[in-house]
Structure formats: C-alpha cells, structure tokens
C-alpha cells in the first residue's frame, strides 16, 4: 500500500508527539517532531549569548544559521529519533523551561522558517511520514493526504506540561507553566510567517477529554481511511 504523508499541527502540549510517535511507529513510517527544530536553534542561540533577557538579536541569528547544523538520530531503545545540534545529542535541554520561554520568539524569525522548511520537506520526500509542528498543513506539505489539528483547553495543556517537567526534575508552577503555554499560543497564532491556523481539510482533533488509547484509536482510523480512499482511486 502507498505511504502517505500525515500532518498533525496544533497548540503546544496538545500531545501531538507522543501521538505522532504512536501512528508513525505502528505504520513504519518516519517520525519527525519540527518544533525540536526550532528548540535547537532556540538553545544554540541562548548558548551563544544571542538572546540577553528579553531581547532576541533577530540579525545576529539569521546570520548564524549557517553555523547551525541539525540531525535527528533514531534511538533504537527509545524507538524514536533524536535532535542533534552541531553533533551533540541535545534531547534534553531542549525541552527545558528556558528554551520554551524563548522558542516563540526564535520561531517568528523569516530565515530561520525558511531553512528549517526547506530541511522538513527535504526530509519528507516521498511520504511514509508523520510530521507535527505549526505549520506543517499550512506550509510544509499543504498537499498531506492527512492533515490534523489538535486542540486541548490550556488548562489541560498546561497542567499536562506541568507534570513532564516536574518528572524531570524542573522546579516550576503549574501558574508559570500555565503562563506559558497562553503566551505561547498567542504568539504562536499572531506572527506574521505561517501563523498557526487550521489547514484547508484538516480535522479538528479536540483531546481535552481523551485518554492516549482512544486518540491513537480514533487518528489510525483516519489513515486507514485515507490509505482505503487511496487503493480504491487507483
Ligand atoms: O511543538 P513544540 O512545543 O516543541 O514547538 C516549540 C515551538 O516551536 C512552538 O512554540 C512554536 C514553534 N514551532 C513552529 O513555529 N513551527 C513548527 N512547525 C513547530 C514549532
């Protein structure tokens, strides 16, 4: 059966990943998380004294991505692939409160769209993938087979980010976590390049009220629709 591409955007701590990771694993497709690359950048940026409390030096960093190199290695006891930046695994401090604060900020900058853009659909080549992002449906693949937007109430978002930190051993408030995600949401929904918006056909995926079993149930019934309507055109 033909692989087809699967876009899944939507608002932070959504749970877009783990359930990207999930389809992507059980179809033996590639799985590629686009905010960790903008996390990267994000964290080479804060390393480098590009950003100094609030202000972002926007030149400064466009003029450095070509110092910026980017890889995702598949971790095969994980199951799922890892960001490296200039060769270092940075899995990690990615996901830390410090880079999330800024990585809005790093995301609305146009060249640093640009070449994170050109990489994702480089990598998508051919289908077999799930990619999770903002603009993914918008932008990245506007011809996906399968385009998702995932939505959840912030307070839910907030308080499902609150817990992951708090596993991993960050000090934070469910209030900052919560400040957070409505900051980022707004940000997120207001940039000038490729706001995050629904795409044309995509599917409103409201997960406030679902556990991970009935998501991943209800989006592999999507695709086999998808892979169906496919067989059946051709
Ligand atoms: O999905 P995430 O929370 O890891 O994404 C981190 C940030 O990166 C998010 O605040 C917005 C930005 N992002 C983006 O602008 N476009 C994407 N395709 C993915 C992420």
Redesign the pocket.
């Known amino acids: 059966m033909g692989k087809i591409t699967i876009a899944i955007d939507g608002y ?1 701590s959504t749970g ?2 783990t359930i990207a990771k999930q389809l992507a694993k059980s179809l033996g497709y590639i799985y590629i998380d ?3 690359m ?2 990267a950048v994000t964290l080479y940026a804060l390393t480098n004294g590009l950003i100094e409390g609030q202000i972002h030096n926007k030149q400064a960093i466009a003029k450095s991505l070509s110092k910026i190199s980017l890889k995702f290695t598949y971790n095969d006891t994980l199951g799922y692939s890892e960001m490296y930046l200039n060769g270092t695994n940075v899995e990690q401090e990615i996901r830390s409160l410090e880079v999330s604060k800024y ?2 900020r790093i ?1 609305e900058i146009k060249e640093v769209r640009e070449m994170l853009v050109g990489m994702q659909r480089e990598m998508g080549q051919g289908g077999g993938v799930v990619m ?5 449906g918008t932008v990245v693949f506007p011809n996906a087979e399968l385009k998702v937007f995932m939505t959840a109430s912030p307070e839910k978002r907030a308080y499902r980010r609150y817990k992951e930190l708090l596993n991993r051993g960050e000090q934070v408030t469910y209030e900052q976590v919560l400040k957070n995600v409505q900051s ?1 949401d707004r940000i ?1 929904s207001s940039r000038e390049f490729s706001p995050l918006r629904k795409a044309e056909g995509a599917i409103t995926f409201d997960n406030s009220d679902m556990g991970l079993q009935e998501q991943f149930e209800r989006l592999h019934n999507y695709v086999m629709r998808v892979l169906e309507s496919k067989k059946g055109a051709q």
């Open positions: 932070s877009k990943s686009s905010g960790a903008y996390r990585v809005s995301a999770d992002g903002r603009d993914i980022r997120d």
